[in-house]
């Protein structure tokens, strides 16, 4: 069967529709930044290095790019709604590994599945929203991972401290979302329409549509920036913050990641409807001012500080990361939107895994807190870039226009 005569619609709204992909993407969020306030743990239990952490951070990263990069472009020939089942199934398998882990080489295994799956589902969700609505569909593709990120740490930080069955128990939570995400997906319509005919096959596939290039270039500072912090928040925070504060590492972990990822839902919402050129602005600013506080409370060894930066840069996240997508989703056509995506996600994701791994290999050697200092200078140069770049910068009008 095609994705157009599988089951009976249950999607008769773009509400809908709208709300059943959305609360998927925050599922896949959520499971991903679920592991962050555990390793410390995990490590606690299993005796491995910072470096493990973040190579168990970063497998994660570069599997959801192979799925990106061979499979992002999957869903404009079999439609979105298949390509989003296999990706839930597949989400289910790396959870029944996170349930049954016995050392980290478990973790590698299930953040690697749990990758992979991301990066199936993640081109096709964000594909379907937009077919379902360009500019609410862009709205959603920013706050969700957003959203995800945020109550997945904040989550698992509090069911690790408060639920028996610290390194079990949210697990099964997910598995029972990802169920009923898939009845209820099956059940729904397929959104492309006019999908591609020619045969398909896996091959790595970075589509940026020659409209779009300079656009793609002028943004990715702010895209790197936030993705890199990002990084970094979901691998060595926790462990950071454990040096600051060793008796609260798992609430403070979570809701560092917390503050961070919901400032970032908060400001895409208050950004969602004002010029693009604003949201890179006041993104570029935030993103300076946000991670310079969360250096000064390292130096300090304060939490309070830690925490206000963390939501002064989640503004800047949330901004910059809405900016950016806004600005790409209106230079493409519907054929030529996953693949966009695809190489939107890939810069997003490789900036995702890339600078922690490189981080916790450094953590090792000269300390995490020197390490967290050059980090967080690189973040603050990117954004002073970004905001020269986007200052100066004519912003096409009908970016900021209802389709």
């Known amino acids: 069967m095609t994705a157009r005569t599988i089951g009976v619609s249950t999607c008769p709204t773009t509400q809908t529709g709208l709300s059943l992909h959305a609360l998927s993407l925050i599922g896949f969020l959520a499971a991903s930044s679920v592991p962050a306030p555990l390793y410390p743990l995990y490590q606690a239990q299993w005796g491995f290095s910072a470096f493990t952490i973040t190579l168990i951070f970063a497998v994660y990263a570069l599997a959801l790019l192979f799925g990106l990069l061979f499979f992002g472009t999957m869903s404009n020939r079999f439609g979105r709604r298949p390509v989003i089942v296999a990706a839930l199934a597949i989400q289910l398998v790396a959870m029944a590994l996170f349930l049954l882990a016995r050392d980290s080489a478990w973790l590698v295994a299930a953040r690697t599945i749990q990758g992979f799956a991301t990066g199936l ?26 959203i995800g990120m945020g109550v997945g740490a904040l989550g698992s930080g509090m069911l690790a401290q408060l639920a028996p069955a610290p390194l079990h128990f ?29 045969p398909w096959r896996p091959r790595l596939r970075i589509e940026i549509p020659r409209q779009a290039r300079l656009t793609f270039a002028r943004v990715a500072p702010i895209n790197i920036a936030v993705w890199a912090l990002g990084g970094f928040f979901l ?18 972990g979570g809701g560092a990641v917390g503050a961070l990822t919901l400032a970032g839902a908060a400001a895409v ?11 890179l602005l006041f993104g570029s600013v935030a993103m300076i001012v946000g991670p310079a506080v969360i250096l000064g409370g390292f130096s300090r060894s304060s939490t309070v500080a830690l925490m206000t930066g963390a939501a002064i840069s ?11 997508m806004r ?31 490189i981080a916790g290999f450094a953590a090792q050697r000269i300390g995490l807190v020197p ?13 002073t870039l970004s905001l020269i770049l986007n200052f100066f910068a004519t912003v096409p009008t009908s970016m900021d226009k209802k389709p």
């Open 314 to 324: 989640g503004l800047g996240f949330g901004a910059g990361f809405l900016g950016a």
């Open 235 to 252: 691998s060595l925070m926790p462990s950071l913050i454990g040096e600051i504060a060793p008796g609260q590492t798992q609430v403070l």
């Open 327 to 357: 600005s790409l989703a209106a230079l493409a056509t519907a054929q030529q939107r996953a693949g966009l995506l695809s190489a939107f996600y890939t810069e997003s994701y490789l900036s995702n895994a890339l600078p922690a791994l």
């Open 121 to 146: 589902a993640t081109t096709a969700l964000a594909a379907a929203l937009l077919d379902i609505d360009q500019k609410a569909g862009a709205t959603i593709n920013s706050i969700a991972p957003m």
């Open 170 to 198: 949210v697990y099964l939570v997910l598995v029972a979302i990802f169920v009923v995400q898939v009845l209820r997906t099956l059940r729904c319509a397929e959104t492309a329409t006019g999908l591609a005919t020619e």
């Open 269 to 279: 919402l208050t950004f969602r409807n004002l010029p693009v050129r604003s949201a």
């Open 371 to 383: 390490t967290a200092t050059i980090f967080g200078a690189v973040i603050i140069a990117l954004s």
